[in-house]
């Protein structure tokens, strides 16, 4: 009998650790068929205007109450502040304009891109940037009735943690010898990603962190239709 409390603390730490998961919003862009635009563009850091609200992990207490079968705590800015699972991304300012970049490199759309930290002595002929408005992550941690019945479910691999996400931003492609915006276009999506367990969440989603994964999908779509619209601004704008 007293090997089953060291069993349950065996499985109980195997389903919370985790293998080294990537953090980034990196997705695979389609390449175009067509010639890349003879010009440079630069990806620049998004501007920040996201309202800097986070719920608080004192709410985890609602769970010793017998009845209460789930808790849901928003956050914000879930680089900075999660409850239920660690995210530990680059700030999202700068993590959206990195896949960008990397999505535009791979579409081929233009001749050259130039990463946010990579423009060095380069002078692009066009700016592609954005703001991101809202990234409201809210987690909703199953207690199934009570606190005290938790952690045991949670061994036994019963969903763990749900992600609900509102991603809201705009972008837009500034033409550098005279400041026109040439393009631009704004993006809101809601999307729910469902029932993680401790042992799915160490093991994320094709080796990407789950809400990693949750925002590049959203941003591998919107790239997806921003690409033959940039193409069309390019030649309207005679490059």
Same mark, same amino acid.
């Given at each position: ?7 349950? &603390?065996?499985? *109980? ?11 980034? &919003?990196? *997705? ?8 890349? =635009?003879?010009?440079?563009?630069? =990806? ?10 986070? +719920? ?7 769970? &010793?109450?017998? +009845?209460?079968?789930? =808790?849901?705590?928003? $956050?914000?800015?879930?680089?900075? %502040? ?7 991304? !680059?700030?999202?300012? !700068? ?8 999505? #535009? /490199? ?15 002595? =380069?002078?692009?002929? %066009?700016?592609?940037?954005? $703001? #991101?408005? !809202? ?9 199934? +009735? ?9 061994? *036994? ?5 749900? *992600? ?7 972008? !837009? ?5 005279? /400041? ?20 799915? #969440?160490?093991? /994320?989603? /094709? ?33």
């Amino acid at each position: 009998m007293r090997r089953f409390p060291l069993l349950f &603390l065996i499985l *109980f730490v195997s389903g919370c650790s985790s293998p080294m998961l990537d953090f980034s &919003l990196s *997705f695979e862009a389609e390449r175009s068929a067509a010639a890349p =635009v003879a010009a440079v563009v630069a =990806v620049r850091d998004f501007r920040d205007l996201r309202p800097m609200m986070r +719920g608080s992990a004192n709410r985890q207490w609602l769970g &010793l109450i017998p +009845g209460v079968l789930w =808790v849901d705590i928003p $956050t914000e800015v879930p680089e900075v %502040y999660t409850v239920f699972s660690s995210f530990a991304s !680059r700030p999202l300012p !700068r993590a959206v304009a990195d896949a960008f970049a990397r999505g #535009l /490199g791979r579409s081929h759309v233009f001749s050259r891109v130039l990463a946010p930290d990579g423009a060095g002595t =380069v002078r692009p002929d %066009y700016i592609f940037t954005g $703001t #991101l408005r !809202r990234s409201r992550l809210t987690e909703r941690c199953y207690y199934y +009735g009570s606190f005290m019945y938790a952690w045991l479910t949670r061994v *036994f691999g019963l969903p763990y943690v749900s *992600f609900d996400l509102e991603m809201v931003y705009d972008v !837009r492609l500034v033409r550098v010898s005279d /400041g026109r915006v040439v393009w631009k276009k704004s993006f809101s999506h809601s999307v729910s990603d469902r029932y993680h367990s401790v042992y799915e #969440l160490g093991r /994320g989603r /094709g080796g990407k962190h789950v809400i990693a994964s949750m925002f590049s999908r959203i941003l591998a779509r919107d790239m997806a239709m921003m690409l033959p619209e940039i193409r069309s601004a390019l030649v309207e704008a005679g490059r």
